[in-house]
């Protein structure tokens, strides 16, 4: 109880100051909408909103999911430390599999994170490092991205490819079996190693007008190694398609 509460708290205060912040003086704001499959076996497609918050100040930023201050900034590179929502989760009656009813719920988390990027005229690269900050899953992410902005008047495309790296501890969280659960779901016990999971995904943003935009994009995540092999797991390629609108000031 009290482990919910500290994390509730935590959440809130981010939250709040963030809000806060961006509203006092965004860049663009805005909301939508995104539909995922699931790799999950028999589990329900999920529906989710999307907020969009775009604030940049030079110090500190929010980036959607994303908040956090500048550690450094100079010309096209910058190194920042903040926090990021992690949305993976596996509730049991979300799934019509019997035996994964039975396993206990997998939660969302919140990252402690620190990244690269610099952007030159062959495209933008960036790197981050992500730590479990809540204690559920004890993750340690580590995420290398290349994009490469096309802009035609008021359309711009982003097309970008990239990798995750996921510790041990991560992918038992997400993907593993325990002994106990094993039991009682008559699945094979399953302890994973750490994976690397490639990606791609195309972004897309038209202007209709001096402030308002409409966005949208597709996103797909390629699961590989012990992951992939998951008595959990039914889909390894895991596909987000969202879309929205936003107001820019």
Known sequence: ???????????????LGSIQIAIANPTSIGFGVGRSNSPYKSYSTNYYPIPHIDYDNGLFFIDDLSAGVYAYKQGNQSFSIGTRYLSNEFTPHESNNHQLKQLKSRHTTLLAQIEYSIDTKWGSFSSNVGKDMLGESNSILINADYSLPIIQESLIIVPTIGINWANKKHNNYYYGIS???????????????????????IAVQYMLNNHFATFGGIHVDKLTGDVSKSPMVDNSTVTSIYMGISYKF
């Open 1 to 15: 109880m009290k482990k919910t509460a500290y994390k509730l708290f935590i959440l809130s205060i981010l939250a």
């Open 179 to 201: 002994h106990k659960e094993s039991y009682s779901s008559g699945l094979k016990y399953f302890n994973p190693d750490n994976t690397f999971t490639p990606y791609v995904e």
